[in-house]
């Protein structure tokens, strides 16, 4: 069910979609295929909605926010395994990672806006300038499959507390976590229309939010491909845009890093969520003094992880969100053959027992013997397959790591404060964690370099892109 105007409600054409559960290969349950004429009864509710809840005061609108945050812990379970259910990814990861970091978002953001504050510049003994930020309006927030309630929540949290009311579409892969948060949000009395939850597919549902004139500004997450049709569609409109978009992040190991600790870590970064985080490494270059050692410690570890039922709590792998996905990874695969890659393991097909029997899973795959600048390490694969490739000189890996047209994030390993440092500055990405991966502050601006996204989202650039600013300049 869409929710609209505080409502939750069929699309207007009765038309639905299936929702398969990638573990098993089967549809669990439908979700509206929403269209244009969805979309505006949403907008007109968004605008309806917009007076009162810019105008309310920013402590009542953080309340109701932390009231959903707080409903959100309160059906950890039930919205893991819903997540779970539609993506793929184990239920401990969902329970440990995707939900708590919704909430987290949501009471992030709530608190953020109580603290913005506006600015005042004296200039000189002649004037002074105080710049305020007002939110900007009805705003459009379409998000991703990979991680569900956390990107979604990451994108309308900052819009809600900033005063804007939304209209947002989930991916239809992954539509579930989005439905019940609309319940959440129903319980926790969020007014009718400030917050409007479409379903649908990108190229109707989606398209038509970016083209319905009302609404000024669009937070994206999702392909690159796609955010270069959002913006050619919303930049003739001069709309506020912000891309977060593909990856393909480089992890550099340097001979002289804690070696068990790169290793654990490149393991989960090249992994987790079987490798359907646009932050994962999944081009790891180490130094040749320690490219043996580490390939075959590396391989060895790869081939121990489980790849089984979400369910279990002994899985480390689960299951690719669709079909098509899968196909597309397993080409990937046959494609770094075909360019003298080397598998040393994984890269096919995973069969498991049980009701999983026909889920969409694969084998997490090492491949070795592959130039940076081939197909395979050009183009961002987005499921459990990484490369791994050895260099000699600081410069030669800079110049690896920068070879691709994305530069949302990089990893360094070593133990060299100044290396880090100077390496750190060099690599065109947008986070770089130094010794770690996926440790995030979110006061942080997030966001990518060069393909890999347009504009910043974390922290203060949130709120403000979601407001207005206004400058009055008045002579003393
Ligand atoms: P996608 O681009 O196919 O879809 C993302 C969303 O856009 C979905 O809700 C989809 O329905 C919608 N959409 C598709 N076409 C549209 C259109 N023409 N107009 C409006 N909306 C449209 O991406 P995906 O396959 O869901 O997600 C995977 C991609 O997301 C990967 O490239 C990954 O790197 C990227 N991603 C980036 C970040 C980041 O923060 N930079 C985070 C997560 C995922």
Redesign the pocket.
């Known amino acids: 069910m869409n929710y609209i105007n505080g409502e939750l409600i069929e699309p207007r054409a009765k038309s639905f979609l299936e929702n398969i559960n990638p573990a098993e290969g089967k549809p669990y349950s439908l979700v509206p295929d929403s269209d244009a004429e969805d979309i505006q009864l949403a907008t007109e509710a968004a605008q309806r909605a917009f007076d009162g809840w810019s105008a309310m005061p920013v402590e009542k609108r953080s309340a109701t926010l932390q009231k959903i945050a707080d409903l959100i812990d309160r059906d950890l379970d039930q919205l893991a395994l819903a997540e779970s259910t539609d993506q793929g990814k184990p239920v401990k990861l969902a329970k440990a990672v995707d939900i708590p970091r919704a909430s987290a978002n949501m009471r992030f953001f709530a608190t953020g806006a109580i603290h913005f504050a506006s600015e005042a510049h004296i200039t000189g003994h002649e004037a002074i300038n105080y710049t305020t930020h007002t939110p900007v309006g009805v705003v459009g927030c379409?998000?991703?499959?990979?991680?569900p309630l956390y990107?979604f929540t990451w994108k309308i949290a900052p819009a809600l507390a900033a005063g804007c009311t939304v209209v947002a579409?989930?991916?239809?892969?992954t539509p579930m976590t989005a439905f019940l948060f609309s319940k959440l949000c129903i319980e926790a009395g969020l007014p009718k229309g400030v917050l409007n939850i479409v379903h649908?597919?990108?190229?109707k549902?989606?398209?038509a939010?970016?083209e319905h004139p009302d609404i000024v500004a669009i937070s994206?997450?999702?392909?690159?491909?796609?955010?270069k049709?959002?913006a050619t569609?919303a930049a003739p409109m001069f709309k506020k845009l912000s891309l977060?978009?593909?990856?393909k992040n480089p992890n550099i190991v340097f001979a002289d890093c804690d070696f068990e600790q790169a290793l654990h870590t490149s393991i989960q970064s090249s992994f987790s969520n079987q490798g359907?985080?646009?932050?994962c490494g999944s081009r790891i270059f180490v130094e040749r003094t320690i490219y043996d050692r580490f390939v075959k410690e590396f391989v060895s570890r790869t081939a121990k992880l489980t790849v089984g039922d979400p369910h279990d709590e002994q899985t480390k792998i689960g299951a690719l969100v669709s079909e098509a996905?899968m196909h597309k990874v397993l080409s990937y695969v046959e494609l770094a053959r075909q360019e003298g890659g080397k598998v040393l393991t994984g890269g096919r097909q995973v069969k498991i027992d049980g009701r999983c029997t026909n889920g969409y899973f694969v084998e997490p795959t090492v491949i070795t013997g592959l130039g940076h600048m081939c197909r395979t390490n050009q183009e961002?694969i987005?499921g459990p397959v990484v490369t791994i490739m050895p260099f000699d000189t600081e410069d030669e890996v800079i110049n690896y790591a920068n070879s691709t047209g994305y530069g949302?994030s990089a990893t360094i390993w070593t133990e060299n404060l100044k290396r880090a440092h100077r390496v750190a500055a060099q690599l065109k990405s947008g986070i770089i964690w130094v010794n770690c991966w996926l440790f995030r502050d979110l006061r942080t601006p997030?966001?990518?370099m060069k393909q890999?996204?347009v504009g910043r989202?974390g922290g203060w650039e949130a709120l403000r892109f979601f407001t207005e600013a206004k400058n009055v300049c008045i002579k003393i």
Do not use: D, R, Y
């Open positions: 379409i998000s991703p499959w990979n991680l990107l579409k989930p991916s239809e892969l649908g597919v990108g190229p549902a989606g398209q939010i970016v994206f997450t999702g392909g690159t491909v796609t955010g049709k959002i569609t977060e978009l593909g990856g359907e985080i646009c932050l996905h961002e987005f949302l997030f966001g990518g890999s996204g989202e």
